[in-house]
T-cell receptor
């Protein structure tokens, strides 16, 4: 059963703590992405990776970090430097460069920081 | 920077009626994609338009790409309760895909 998995679905953290969100895909896609979704603001790109061991900042990378050590995995760390971390986080993948190919999205992780 | 604007932000439709949502870009786009996100779900790809003036249909959904490749529209005929959700357009410019804020559709039975 091919697809993208994100875990956990809901995550609660105290302010000041770093937290890592998991994203795994078995679609053999080269490109992977992290988006943040806030009410009324659509999807904003945090980081993207087009190949293993390489990634680029998106529009709102401050306070976030990523790694791409394996083709299948693209974890996102929300650091304590992110001022407003509470949001819905979506991971996506595509066969090639985003926008040229359709993106497949995971079910998302809803992060609440108090 | 590139911006993709969608209007309206909310669309309340009587079941059986038609409606259109619009997507406008400040720059010329290489292509445009449309996604649908059901309440509580994640975005799912609907279609991609590449050519100037292109029109594609999926059952009751008609997608258009403007002649100048700066705008796009999604028209839904005979709205059904299954059409509920948020529709996003995403425009590609210089290898960067930018999502609009979406049009959230509710349906009155």
């Amino acid at each position: 059963d091919g697809g993208i998995t994100q875990s956990p679905k809901y995550l609660f953290r105290k302010e000041g703590q770093n937290v890592t969100l998991s994203c795994e895909q078995n679609l053999n896609h080269d490109a992977m992405y992290w988006y943040r979704q806030d009410p009324g603001q659509g999807l904003r790109l945090i980081y993207y990776s087009q190949i293993v061991n390489d990634f680029q900042k998106g529009d709102i990378a401050e306070g976030y970090s990523v790694s791409r050590e394996k083709k299948e995995s693209f974890p996102l760390t929300v650091t304590s430097a992110q001022k407003n971390p509470t949001a819905f986080y979506l991971c996506a993948s595509s066969m090639g460069r985003g926008g040229t190919y359709e993106q497949y999205f995971g079910p998302g992780t809803r992060l609440t920081v108090t | 920077g590139q911006q993709v604007m969608q209007i309206p932000q909310y669309q309340h439709v009587q079941e059986g009626e038609d409606f259109t949502t619009y997507c406008n870009s400040s720059t010329t786009l290489s292509n445009i994609q449309w996604y649908k996100q059901r309440p509580g779900g994640h975005p799912v790809f609907l279609i991609q338009l590449v050519k100037s003036g292109e029109v594609k249909k999926q059952k009751r959904l008609t997608f258009q790409f403007g002649e100048a490749k700066k705008n796009s529209s999604l028209h839904i005929t005979a709205t059904q309760t299954t059409d509920v959700g948020t529709y996003f357009c995403a425009g590609l410019n210089d290898y960067k895909l930018s999502f609009g804020a979406g049009t959230t559709v509710t349906v009155r039975a």
